[in-house]
């Protein structure tokens, strides 16, 4: 969307108006046919399972001159108006995608309000356990490492995520993100899958107007949905996305910049994650609507003729609540059995179940165990090398998940401030990835005893990680790491 800031925006957006018009006049019989905006869809019987929707207000989307918001009334927008008919019975930007979805009686709305939490598998009211698709407009503010957890888990087990960029460098409130930036953090720096989950990547663009048109494709349901025939779109400054099906086959360019097709400029994109359902649009002008709360400088692109954006917004909201399925949403997460999951965890069978440089579980009487007879001990050489301990185990979702062991370290080096020789403490994707170093140990914590050390887990439930343990040492005085009664805890 057009201007991260208030100056000089609405100039700006005429001109891109003029633009689109006068592209449509050229355009003969063609544009005709595209300035014909959707019939509005009659309000239709309520379907017996609704579809429940989330949208999001924690990221700053009000911030500047954004206002994407469906009502002021949060977290229940029927608080404002429990029958709307028209936009303007809900405040917001967002009020007719609102009111359009509620009007047909098959929609449950709520929006997570400013200063909430995305979460999943909580008691929240606005859990996203609770819904079918969770919509980002233009997030402004980075998820953190719980929440981009909780996102991609609702996705995983079988959610829809609707995720609405807007151009690089439309940081609204001025935080060092914008939208493009949270949305990329997302996909490359959760804890479930950073490989690329979706197939595609948002690029650092700031597109100012074109009108894109929808690919040629009669069965697809984003674009020929129960809410109308989409035939393009709107950039009045935006994005596009790179498409990579290497990554993830799934992924799919519906709405195209000029120009283009295949794997780049896609603007609108749809992809599928685990059991869920994705979508992916380049611009925020689209959804704007034109009303709001007084002070914010709007822009209707909901109505636009360059475009059929109230469809495309509508089918792909049906799709990712569940359309074409026979259940849709993420879900509760499964009840967790108390367990630990370590296969060997004191070493007692020597290596069984464990992938181990040779020799280092051991009954040595050098180092001795915590308890039992066996322990693993990494380093102790006092040359240049390295020692690894890892094994593979699945942590099942919906569990609260803990991994502890007991650690005791040695040294013959004197130093009291350099650290010469380390333990890295890792969790490593399935991908080969490392998701998060827990720990690193050296020979500055040389200790005389055994200690416990415990660490959270419970971001990886329902993924399948390896737990490693790499222990480097230098080239001259020898430290020891010994490693014993390990678990992995579940509940």
């Known amino acids: 969307m057009l201007g991260a800031r208030s100056s000089g925006r609405s100039h700006r957006r005429t001109a891109g108006v003029l633009t689109a018009l006068g592209a449509l006049v050229v355009a003969g019989g063609a544009a005709a046919q595209a300035a014909t905006p959707p019939a509005s869809p009659a309000p239709r019987a309520a379907a017996a399972t609704q579809h429940r929707v989330l949208f999001d207000n924690s990221k700053a989307e009000t911030a500047g001159n954004a206002d994407w918001i469906i009502s002021t009334s949060q977290p229940d927008p029927l608080g404002e108006n429990p029958s709307p008919s028209a936009e303007g019975d809900w405040t917001g930007a967002l009020s007719s995608w609102g009111v359009a979805l509620q009007k047909t009686g098959n929609y449950a709305l709520k929006t997570l309000p400013s200063g909430g939490t995305i979460t999943y598998g909580t008691s929240s009211a606005t859990d996203l356990k609770n819904f079918d698709t969770f919509v980002m407009p233009e997030p402004n503010v ?3 490492a719980s929440e981009k957890t909780a996102v991609m888990q609702f996705v995983r087990n079988g959610g829809g995520l609707f995720l609405i960029s807007d151009h690089t460098g439309s940081d609204r409130n001025n935080d060092g993100a914008d939208a493009v930036k949270v949305i990329n953090d997302l996909m490359t720096n959760n804890s479930v899958d950073s490989s690329d989950p979706f197939g595609f990547s948002v690029d650092s663009l700031n597109i100012g107007t074109d009108n894109p ?10 674009l020929n949905g129960s809410f109308g025939k989409v ?3 709107i950039i009045r400054n935006g994005t596009t996305a790179t498409l990579k099906p290497s990554d993830n086959p799934a992924v799919k360019g519906e709405v195209y910049r000029t120009g283009y097709s295949g794997n780049t400029g896609a603007f609108f994109v749809t992809s599928t994650f685990g059991s869920g359902r994705v979508a992916f649009w380049g611009d925020s002008s689209p959804i704007d609507d034109g009303t709001g709360q007084p002070g914010n400088t709007l822009y209707d692109g909901w109505n636009d003729p360059a475009g059929t954006d109230a469809a495309l917004a509508l089918n792909a909201t049906e799709w990712l609540s569940g359309a074409g399925t026979t259940t849709g949403g993420g879900g509760t997460p499964t009840p967790c059995t108390p367990a630990q999951l370590l296969a060997n965890p004191g070493f007692e069978s020597g290596s069984s179940g464990w992938t181990a440089t040779s020799g280092i579980i051991n009954t040595s009487s050098g180092e001795p165990p915590y308890a039992g007879a066996y322990k693993a001990w990494l380093g102790g050489k006092g040359t240049a090398h390295t020692d690894t301990l890892a094994q593979t185990v699945t942590i099942p979702a919906g ?26 403490v890792q969790v490593i ?16 914590d040389a200790a005389d005893d ?31 790491f010994v490693i014993d009664d390990t678990a992995l805890t579940v509940s």
């Open 142 to 144: 980075l998820l953190s």
């Open 213 to 222: 048109r929808a690919i040629s494709d009669a069965s697809d349901p984003v």
């Open 231 to 233: 035939t393009g779109s």
């Open 399 to 424: 569990c609260a998940a803990s991994l502890g062991f007991q650690l005791h370290i040695d040294t013959d080096e004197t130093t009291t401030s350099t650290a010469y020789d380390t333990l890295k």
């Open 429 to 444: 994707g399935s991908g080969g990835s490392v998701l998060a170093t827990l720990a690193t140990y050296s020979n500055l």
């Open 450 to 480: 055994y200690t416990q050390q415990t660490f959270d887990l419970g971001a990886y439930a329902g993924q399948t990680v390896t737990l490693k343990f790499t222990a480097t040492e230098g080239s001259k005085l020898q430290t020891s």
